[in-house]
T-cell receptor, first 115, second 112 residues
Framework: NAGVMQNPRHLVRRRGQEARLRCSPM?????VYWYRQLPEEGLKFMVYLQKENIIDESGMPKERFSAEFPKEGPSILRIQQVVRGDSAAYFC?????????????FGPGTRLTVL | GNSVTQMEGPVTLSEEAFLTINCTYTATGYPSLFWYVQYPGEGLQLLLKATKADDKGSNKGFEATYRKETTSFHLEKGSVQVSDSAVYFC???????????FGAGTRLTVKP
């Protein structure tokens, strides 16, 4: 059973460009979460999605950031007009359900560098 | 809201030493508690978890017991190896289960 897959693993963008990060959850998982990790820090929640629905986006900046999890295909985290402060590792996690006993399984992350 | 406070690092130990990384939590109710490990350049891997009070999670020689009285979930290992060098994160679900709340992480370095 393949784990959570993320691509690309590394992404370099210049200021003002767009970044698209993809996440394919584990087979059978319908809940997807995105987190951001700044260097030497813990993970900070950004957004929680189920198929075709955003459940909680309270951790996502109001501007330039958006996320989707379409009926078919991977979840996408999109950052428009990137700035240097967006440089971070972005991790996706998935779980089979959303209860407090459900483990979130993490992908390897996408490391975004903004020049 | 739910949160964890984790022992600050870094921690440096010699091989075969005893490891304790402290973690205390604040929570509404009794959520599951987790330890994740992150190796250099990789994502987080679940190390162990406990779903209710007095439960002990264990994996790869690591253990942690869910203690309601002290609101703690300390990570222990009796004899660490060089390969255990990584960053360890204590975590629990948010009160609405919409996300995981992580501690700041404790970097462990084990020297031969």
């Amino acid at each position: 059973n393949a784990g959570v897959m993320q691509n690309p693993r590394h992404l370099v963008r210049r200021r003002g460009q767009e970044a698209r990060l993809r996440c394919s959850p584990m087979k059978g998982h319908s809940h997807v979460y995105w987190y951001r990790q700044l260097p030497e820090e813990g993970l900070k929640f950004m957004v929680y999605l189920q198929k075709e629905n955003i459940i909680d986006e309270s951790g996502m900046p109001k501007e330039r950031f958006s996320a989707e999890f379409p009926k078919e295909g991977p979840s996408i985290l999109r950052i428009q007009q990137v700035v240097r402060g967006d440089s971070a590792a972005y991790f996706c996690a998935s779980s089979p359900g959303g209860g407090h006993t459900d483990t979130q399984y993490f992908g390897p992350g996408t490391r975004l560098t903004v020049l | 809201g739910n949160s964890v406070t984790q022992m600050e690092g870094p921690v440096t130990l010699s091989e075969e030493a005893f490891l304790t990384i402290n973690c205390t939590y604040t929570a509404t109710g009794y959520p599951s508690l987790f330890w994740y490990v992150q190796y250099p350049g990789e994502g987080l891997q679940l190390l162990l978890k406990a779903t209710k009070a007095d439960d002990k999670g264990s994996n790869k020689g690591f253990e942690a017991t869910y203690r309601k009285e002290t609101t703690s979930f300390h990570l222990e290992k009796g004899s660490v190896q060089v390969s255990d060098s990584a960053v360890y994160f204590c975590a629990l679900p948010s009160y609405n289960n919409n996300d995981m709340r992580f501690g700041a992480g404790t970097r462990l370095t084990v020297k031969p």
